[in-house]
């Protein structure tokens, strides 16, 4: 009598003839390739390094696409942008010690935003590793401590045999709910190896489903069903879910306005009834939020920027759907139910009911004419004019990308995304030099795609190698440099608070000039001409730059 437990699959002839007797010369690095592969990998970031040389030598004999960027930190945001647009785990391959360590930012970013990077690093001999100081090259006490307390998780493989089931690890970790950045490390001889171990095929690396709890979904559907005044905060959980579309469906049923955080923009019809659009650094939108006597929070942990800087404090109800737990209740006390924006909205469209409320476009309408007219009365018509002259010039469904500078924080709030997943920043993690390499890395996810970057000239300078990379690949990225002398928010951020700046007043070259010598068409453009000039730009294959030379001011603030 055979029972289930009993089976088991048995190789075919051909299968045990193929694993006898694999390829020769195949090393621990085939063993990395073969893995990424096999669990769907198409195209991978990084720079080559003296302990990497087995993993790059058999990238360079795969069938994978590699993108070298300049720098590690550039390949990482690269990598962050093709897994933000794509949903897929990327690869970022990495050398031991300064090549690791110079990725540090870029996954700090990746975590904050919950982006699905693979950072495979090489690692000294493994007879240095274990705390003793042998002076190898590229020698840490402990290279992983360094990324432990930034990555989801850290996985290591100390021989051939590990590979495999180490990445798959990792992989599926990078990828379950929610998404983040992995650390996996493999020793420099161990990449050299010779294996004799078959070529890995059919690799599974299935991310789990993070579901609701039935009880707490009907919990907050029947709160949500008899509230008086809900209101809903959509953040970058719903963009990273996919869930831009139940949320919509979600609202309206409940006829529940709706605001984004700056990380979930586009989750939401800009120009809805019912959208608060993005403006939560205004006291207008916090008191509204503060109104509300059941606030549903999608996908968003209400931290600094999204709760005007610690100054909202709900009456109401509050009902938290959050996937990183670490989030869960961290700054509001709520109903809090750990689980996928998706699949938590699905579970309350199946059970709240058809809620009517005349009202709340009204509401809505007056909200938003009372932040209008507090802008109206400062002088801010130029940065209002770039954003529209911006939105005007760029494709709807185009990725735009911004770095840590004035018309970035202007967009934050005043930016219609059109469309969910096109606009992206670095407000997870705060770092300059983003924009450029992730518009680099969002232009090969989409082929075809016109993509913007945004910089001031203190940010580009961090990424200027990077027009190199953007003619090696012909990408269609156009980079628009906000050229203002300076660090311009550090700059007036001082100002404000010390009466005199420091350390913010820069030396920068001729962006035209320096681009022409990379073979990268370039222009300087004017407040005025911005919206055609960027048209052509945006038009036009392969990569360009513009150059705006103009001073910024923020809005004024409502926290303080």
């Known amino acids: 009598m055979t029972h289930d437990h009993d089976l088991v699959l048995r190789p075919t002839e051909a299968q045990t003839a193929a694993a006898l007797a694999p390829p020769p010369g195949r090393t621990g690095g085939d063993l990395v390739v073969e893995t990424l592969r096999s669990l769907g990998a198409h195209t991978v970031f990084g720079l080559p390094g003296q302990h990497a040389l087995a993993l790059f030598d058999a990238v360079g004999r795969s069938g994978l696409r590699l993108v070298g960027l300049r720098t590690e930190n550039n390949a990482g945001f690269a990598a962050d942008a093709y897994g933000r647009i794509t949903g897929e785990a990327v690869p970022l391959l990495l050398s031991t010690g300064p090549g690791a360590l110079m990725a540090l930012p870029a996954l700090a970013e990746a975590a904050a935003a919950s982006a699905p990077v693979l950072a495979i690093s090489s ?89 609701p709890r039935p009880e707490l979904t009907a919990v907050a559907a029947h709160w949500l069903a008899n509230a008086s005044r809900p209101v809903i905060i959509a953040g970058g959980g719903v963009v990273r879910a996919d869930a831009a579309g139940k949320l919509k469906q979600l609202a309206e049923r409940l006829n529940a306005p709706v605001v984004t955080t700056f990380g979930g923009k586009g989750a939401f019809p800009w120009t809805h009834p019912l959208s608060l659009q993005s403006w939560l650094e205004d006291r207008h939108m916090t008191d509204f939020l503060e109104d509300a006597d059941v606030l549903l929070v999608v996908g968003s942990g209400l931290g600094e920027l999204s709760s005007n800087y610690h100054t909202f404090f709900p009456t109401g109800r509050v009902v938290q759907i959050e996937a990183d737990l670490g989030k869960l209740e961290s700054n509001h006390a709520a109903l809090g139910i750990h689980a996928d924006a998706r699949l938590a909205l699905q579970a309350l469209l199946e059970t709240v009911p058809e809620r009517e409320d005349p009202t709340a476009p009204e509401r809505v309408r007056l909200l938003l004419a009372d932040i209008a007219a507090r802008l109206a009365g400062q002088d801010v018509t130029l940065e209002q004019g770039l954003l529209t002259s911006i939105r005007a010039a760029l494709p709807g469904r185009s990725p735009s990308f911004w770095d840590m500078t004035i018309l970035s924080y202007w967009a934050w709030s005043a930016f219609d995304a059109k469309h969910p997943n096109t606009m992206h920043s670095a407000q997870g993690a705060g770092g300059l030099g983003y924009a450029f390499p992730a518009a680099l890395g969002a232009a090969l996810a989409e082929p075809g795609t016109p993509v913007l970057a945004v910089s001031g000239d203190g940010g580009a300078m961090y990424s200027i190698a990077e027009l190199a990379t953007a003619r090696q690949h012909d990408l269609d990225v156009t980079w628009l440099i906000v050229d203002d002398g300076g660090y311009g928010i550090l700059r007036e951020y001082m100002t404000d608070a010390y009466g005199t700046p420091t350390g913010t007043e820069l030396t920068r070259p001729d962006f035209v000039a320096l681009a022409g010598s990379f073979g990268v068409p370039a222009a300087t453009t004017t407040p005025e001409t911005l919206r055609e000039d960027l048209a052509k730009a945006l038009a036009a294959p392969g990569p360009s730059v513009l150059v705006l030379p103009t001073t910024l001011r923020m809005f004024a603030p409502t926290h303080l």
């Open 123 to 211: 690692q000294i001999p493994t007879t240095g590793l274990g705390g003793g100081r042998r002076g190898h090259l590229h020698e840490l006490r402990d290279q992983a401590a360094s990324f432990r307390e930034i990555v989801k998780s850290v996985h290591a493989a100390r021989t051939p045999s590990q590979i495999p089931s180490v990445i798959a690890e990792a992989w599926e970790s990078a990828l379950t709910a929610p998404f983040g950045p992995v650390w996996v490390e493999i020793p420099e001889d161990v990449l050299r190896a010779e294996t004799v171990i078959p070529q890995v095929t059919g690799m599974d690396a299935t991310p789990h489903e993070l579901a």
